[in-house]
């Protein structure tokens, strides 16, 4: 697979003369061939047009075609996999077997969402029929759905070269949910996206898919991105990255003159609380645990766990001090982008100038897009009147709160801001009597975990992976992965008293799809 370096809008090319960039080597600290070309504001207006002619296609394909599609694409990533892991581990650092497991994990959604989309269960169909002789009034019939929202815009995420990026989670829920998708290329791995780009666009052609079906567009700056996003055929975004871009985007989106939503998900402390008892039953095991959870993909991921909170006693400086010790000897890794890694020191420097906190961890950072761990200590007091203590640093950098005892550790929790997840590790003896502490948690996080650890997220139809802002722009009500995340990108319609020959097949008595639908308030698969 030879790379050309031109953003795809639909089946042509995009224009040549954007500006030029090249991808990077964060582990050989080099720029990489070939030259990638910039999307123009021109290719921006015709992948929108393309996709908005495209939509109403998509809008009426059956759930067992958007299915049939979604396969195929899953099947030429596995297929392809030496050639995508190579390019993507040269361009993020990513080690090659991580690469091609992620590989396998970008293609399981994409099945899963594409059976979801062909059972149909998240149409959420709803069927109350006429009440002709009601009194006062007769009743009418309402027949509702969700129906796709139209063009989808992607913004990949740099830390998930496949899950999150060009075939990634919003990608494929788009399209499950009936969604033509223009994504934006992350500039961190061009070479990367338009590999993926073309077996996309090769499915889309198999499929017999209008061209407008899927773009891909590139740029090294957030022009392209904005002018997407502020395209009025656009209907919503699905982003994944800095609380800083994720909130530009959505405010840019509300002040449109025609809001659309934005679901980003973005900067997550992921809090850990370890109770007294868990640290008797098992120390060892959670500091472990721990060092493995905060330092996987040198601590580049949402869901790293950047905040420890405990109760101060002899048992717990001992854990604390062990697992520094693993910390402080542990290698130093290679982030993502030369960015990242600027962000990363930036944001540990910083941190070791605030009042109240001392470095407890740090490694030595060599390369130029090396990160080695660095881990800071503070007091419940200190941490709830700082705010900037509640504030991600991405990469393996984590902060451990002190607390007096178990009310001032419920406090740290109250004043928690919104996390993907947060995590309990609880002694046998203590679990019972941790409500209070879980309905705060309840309150902070979209993934409770119990006595495990937040990193690793299942793609499956009950997992959420979304929370409270800052985690995300949506308060929490979505989340980006697991079947649900195909929600996102519906709206409600109800037909009322239409006749059947104009309804969608999905609301016809007949029920020619074979869908779960609630008819007058009982959930059935029978026709009517
Ligand atoms: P980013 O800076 O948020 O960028 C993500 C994507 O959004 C890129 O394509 C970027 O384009 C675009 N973008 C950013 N700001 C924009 C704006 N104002 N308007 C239009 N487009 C915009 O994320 P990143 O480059 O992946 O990493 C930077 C930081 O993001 C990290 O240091 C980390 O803090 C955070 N991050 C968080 C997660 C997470 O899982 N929540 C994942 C990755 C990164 P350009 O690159 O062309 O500017």
């Not at 697979?1 to 990077?24: E, Q, T, W």
């Not at 659309?260 to 992921?270: F, K, L, R, T």
């Not at 990242?340 to 390369?367: C, D, E, L, Y």
Request: net charge neutral.
């Amino acid at each position: 697979m030879k790379l050309d370096g031109v953003s795809f809008v639909g089946f042509g090319s995009g224009s040549p003369n954007g500006a030029a960039f090249r991808a990077f080597d964060p582990t050989l600290n080099a720029t990489v061939e070939p030259v990638f070309i910039s999307a123009t504001l021109v290719d921006v207006d015709r992948a929108a047009q393309l996709a908005a002619a495209a939509a109403p296609v998509w809008a009426a394909l059956s759930g067992a075609e958007r299915n049939r599609f979604l396969r195929l694409v899953a099947d030429k990533l596995v297929q392809h996999t030496a050639v995508l892991a190579a390019r993507a581990t040269q361009e993020t650092a990513i080690p090659l077997a991580r690469c091609e497991s992620e590989i396998g994990r970008t293609a399981g959604p994409l099945r899963l969402y594409g059976e979801a989309a062909e059972r149909g269960d998240w149409l959420d169909a709803r069927i109350e029929t006429a009440i002709p002789d009601r009194k006062p009034l007769p009743k009418p019939d309402h027949r509702s759905l969700m129906r796709p929202l139209g063009p989808v815009v992607v913004f990949g995420a740099s830390n998930f070269p496949f899950a999150y990026s060009v075939a990634g989670g919003d990608t494929a829920s788009a399209f499950a949910a009936g969604c033509p998708v223009i994504v934006k290329a992350h500039p961190a791995h061009p070479g990367t996206s338009e590999l993926v780009g073309v077996l996309i666009l090769q499915a889309v052609k198999e499929c017999g898919l209008p061209e407008g079906s899927f773009s891909l567009l590139f740029d090294a700056s957030i022009e392209i991105g904005q002018a997407l996003l502020k395209h009025p055929l656009v209907k919503a975004v699905g982003f994944t990255g800095s609380l800083h871009g994720g909130r530009a985007l959505a405010d840019a989106a509300a002040a449109r003159p025609e809001p659309i939503p934005v679901y980003a998900e973005m900067g997550s402390v992921n809090p850990v609380f370890i109770l007294p008892g868990a640290l008797a039953e098992r120390a060892a095991v959670i500091g472990d645990g721990l060092h493995a959870a905060a330092m996987l993909g040198v601590g580049q991921f949402c869901t790293n766990p950047g905040l420890i909170v405990l109760q101060r006693s002899v048992p717990a400086e001992d854990f604390v001090r062990a697992l520094t010790g693993k910390l402080t000897a542990t290698a130093e890794g290679t982030m993502l982008t030369p960015g990242i890694r600027k962000n990363f020191a930036a944001g540990t420097a910083a941190r070791t100038q605030q009042p109240g906190v001392k470095v407890i961890a740090q490694g030595s950072m060599a390369a130029a897009c090396g990160a080695a761990p660095v881990w800071f200590e503070t007091d419940a007091v200190n941490f709830q009147r700082n705010h900037t203590l509640s504030e991600e640093i991405f990469g393996p950098s984590s902060l451990v709160v002190w607390c007096k005892d178990a009310v001032e550790m419920r406090d740290v929790a109250r004043h928690l801001e919104g996390s993907l997840t947060a995590t309990l590790q609880a002694g046998k003896d203590e679990t019972a009597q941790q409500g209070g502490l879980v309905a705060i948690l309840a309150a902070k996080a979209g993934r409770l975990v119990f006595n495990g650890f937040p990193t690793g997220v299942d793609v499956s139809h009950a997992m959420v992976h979304g929370g409270p802002y800052p985690s995300t722009s949506d308060g929490g009500r979505s989340t980006s992965v697991g079947t649900r995340a195909l929600n996102r990108w519906g709206r409600l319609v109800c037909y009322q008293n239409f006749s059947e020959e104009l309804l969608p097949p999905e609301l016809q008595n007949a029920n020619p799809c074979g869908l779960r639908r609630l008819v007058n308030g009982q959930w059935t698969i029978a026709a009517m």
